[in-house]
Structures are given as structure tokens and as C-alpha cells.
């Protein structure tokens, strides 16, 4: 759902595998791989970004390009009445469809959703340009972590548009397991024989691996060692011999419904949980699990202005509208994936009555984001092998 194999089509060709440590080149344009220790500043040399003070182009039709059900219509209907303009939004699946289309040519103003990993590439194609933050005020409503992110520090081309955390989600009164009380919930709550045929985990090259790789206690989601990516392949398999496991990115609606009862779990899935209760089910019966000290996986989308924007003032002034509380508020009711805005707290989604009180583990909180284990970009040659584990498991079930 949120990944694809985006960065083997920007960055195509061998690169040695690298120490953990170091700070990786990626194909034959040598570009950089973000990580916490080693952050990258982006250069702007050869790209242009507008002059400040452009009033917003008039008669437009602003172009979105966005992960399919990833924005609240009645967001867009509001900023579209705010600057009397008219929004089209034009949807993807994977971001490897995405970057495709964007490759042959189609043209958008805005690119929502852009996952971390394919930032780099993104930037070395010249596909996205260099923001100007005199029409982004509302960066000072975000989390003051994304003003210079170590993917992209003082953001350059990217503002912050969702964060979620990757756990596990429950079906409290059909298992007799509790997260919290095991010592290791990757593995144990997954590694459950009697409850055959109602374990599943997400369709996801990096996701699933990474859950395999954490099951046996290591915690490098970015390691490039073959050893541990074929022992998470190994792992996966070996859960499929022990519980018939079931593949699919359907957590939303079938822990819900109770077609599935431990699920491999996206947090902004689970927070919406409560539309998709059977009459007469409370969603209290749901659980998501996220570890208490933040050791798991979590990752959060971009907002982008496109090279091939016709509308780049409205663009900008989009991207800022989406960092507005209570639009962002309006947002998250709809699609379920909370915003990194200041004002928006796990306790306010509750009190604004759209995070149930026992869901309120599916927020994610700034010391999330600083502590969580990022699943970033890869060199090519390791992303390979992933890409290869993940394929062995998912065809041979």
C-alpha cells in the first residue's frame, strides 16, 4: 500500500553494499541515503523554485496527484472555495505506479504522500522542485522536527503530511493474548497455531520482512546483510507452515469485521476502525499494539510541489492549507492517519470524538517519531534481495 519498487526505476544500476554506518551511494548518480546519523541537505543547483510574493494563479484547476482515499473530499471543496479555484484529485496505488506515470510524462502540481525512501531519487530526477517558505506559514503548526528533517534538512522540498507507527492489531474478545504482557509480541502473537487461518500479516516488501527480522530480535529494518534478510524469509515461511498465514493490506476493515484476528497492522488503518464494527460490535474490542518504548517501525509521508507544476503558487499554498489544525483535523476524521501538527494531541482526537479512548495507541506523539525505526531507502543491490525474500514468501502462499 504504501510502497512500491519506486527507487529501482530512478535509480537504476549496482552499488556496493555498505556498512550500516556509512553513508550509502545509490546507482551511477550517487545519491545520498538519508538516515538519523548521517542527515542530507539537499542541493538546489539546476532547479528553480518561484520568487516570493505571486498572488495564486487565477482560473486554475489545481492538480493533485494522491494515494487513493488519502485526503478528505471536504478539505479539498474548502481550499478550493477559500482561493475560487477549482481542485482535480487524480489517485494512485503504489508509489511505484506513481513515479512511473510521473516518468512518462503526465504533469500534476502537487505530489501528496511521498513516501522517504524515494525522496532522493525523486530530487536527482528533477522531478520535484525546491519549496519557497514564504507561502508556507504553517510549518510553525507542525512538529518542529520536520522544519529540518534529516531526510531533508530545512525542508527543501518537502513539508510533512502524515506519521504512522507499524504494530499489531487484535481481536480482544476472540484471542486470549495480550501484547502488552509478552515478552516478544512480534513473534509470539504470531506464532499461534490455534488460531490457524486467522493471522495475517500486510502485503509489503519491507513491512513484513522487517516484522520477521523483529520477531528474532534484530532491530536494523534498513540492514543489508543477506543472512538476516534470508532468516526473515526463512521466518516467514516458517509462520506460514504454523498458522496457514494470510498476506493482504485489509487490516481496516477485517480485524473490524472479525474475518482476521491478529493482524499485521498500519496504526492509521486501525484508528478508523470504529466505521467498519458489524451492528451491535463496540469498537472497544479492537486493540492496537505499538511497543511503549517506541522500538518498532514508523514512517510518515510528504507533501511536494512537482517540477511540471502549471499552478505553483496554488501548489504551494496547498500544502500549506493541509498544515492547518483544524484542517488537518477535518482530514483525520476521514482517512484515519494522524498529521504531525502541534495542536493535535491523541487526547484532542479523543475529546473531538474521531479516535475512540481505546484506540488512542494508533496516535503517534513527536517522541514516536524521534526513537521509532525508520524503514528508509535502500542500496540498490540490498533492496534486491528484499525485494526477492519477499517475493519467495508471497508466491509461495
Not at 510553525?140 to 528533517?149: G, L, M, S
Request: glycine share 6%; charged share 15%.
Amino acid at each position: 500500500m504504501r510502497r512500491g519498487f519506486a527507487a529501482a526505476l530512478l535509480a537504476a544500476g549496482g552499488a556496493p553494499l555498505l556498512d550500516a554506518c556509512a553513508p550509502y551511494l545509490v546507482g551511477p548518480t550517487n545519491v545520498p541515503l538519508p538516515r538519523p546519523n548521517h542527515p542530507v541537505t539537499w542541493s538546489t543547483a539546476g532547479t528553480k523554485s518561484i520568487p516570493d510574493g505571486l498572488k495564486p494563479e487565477t482560473g486554475a484547476t489545481l492538480q493533485v496527484y494522491n494515494w487513493v482515499a488519502y485526503i478528505n473530499q471536504a478539505v479539498v471543496n474548502s481550499f478550493a472555495k477559500k482561493y475560487n479555484c477549482k481542485v482535480e484529485v487524480t489517485t494512485f496505488n503504489t508509489m511505484d505506479e506513481a513515479i512511473s506515470k510521473l516518468n512518462s510524462g503526465l504533469k500534476f502540481d502537487v505530489f501528496m504522500g511521498v513516501t522517504v525512501d524515494v525522496l532522493g531519487p525523486l530530487i536527482a530526477s528533477k522531478l520535484i522542485q525546491p519549496l519557497n517558505h514564504s507561502y508556507i506559514p504553517n510549518i510553525a503548526q507542525a512538529w518542529p522536527d520536520f522544519t529540518n528533517p534529516f531526510y531533508d534538512q530545512g525542508w527543501r522540498y518537502t513539508v510533512p503530511y502524515t506519521i504512522y507507527t507499524t504494530g499489531i492489531s487484535w481481536r480482544k474478545d476472540l484471542v486470549d493474548l495480550n501484547p502488552y504482557t509478552l515478552r516478544n509480541p512480534w513473534k509470539e502473537m504470531f506464532f499461534q497455531p490455534k488460531y490457524a487461518g486467522k493471522i495475517a500479516i500486510l502485503d509489503d516488501y519491507r513491512e513484513s520482512p522487517s516484522l520477521a527480522l523483529m520477531m528474532n530480535g534484530i532491530f536494523d529494518l534498513n540492514t543489508t546483510s543477506k543472512s538476516q534478510i534470508d532468516l526473515a524469509r526463512q521466518t516467514l515461511q516458517d509462520l506460514d507452515k504454523a498458522v496457514n498465514l494470510r498476506i493482504d493490506n485489509n487490516d481496516y476493515t477485517e480485524v473490524p469485521t472479525g474475518q482476521t484476528w491478529i493482524h499485521h497492522a498500519w496504526s492509521g488503518d486501525m484508528a478508523a476502525a470504529a466505521s467498519y464494527m458489524p451492528k451491535g460490535v463496540n469498537v472497544d474490542v479492537v486493540g492496537y499494539w505499538f511497543p511503549t518504548d517506541g522500538k518498532g517501525p514508523i514512517a510518515n509521508d510528504t507533501n511536494t510541489v512537482l517540477a511540471s507544476a502549471s499552478n505553483p503558487v496554488l501548489a504551494h499554498l496547498f500544502v500549506n492549507y493541509l498544515m492547518d489544525e483544524n484542517v488537518a483535523l477535518n482530514n483525520i476524521s476521514y482517512n484515519g492517519y494522524m498529521q504531525p501538527i502541534n495542536g493535535i494531541t491523541p487526547e484532542k482526537l479523543v475529546q473531538e470524538q474521531i479516535l475512540p479512548k481505546s484506540l488512542m495507541s494508533t496516535a503517534v506523539v513527536p517522541q514516536d517519531f524521534r526513537r521509532g525505526l525508520g524503514e528508509l531507502q535502500l542500496p540498490a543491490d540490498a533492496d534486491a534481495l528484499w525485494q526477492q525474500a519477499w517475493l519467495v514468501v508471497s508466491e509461495g502462499m
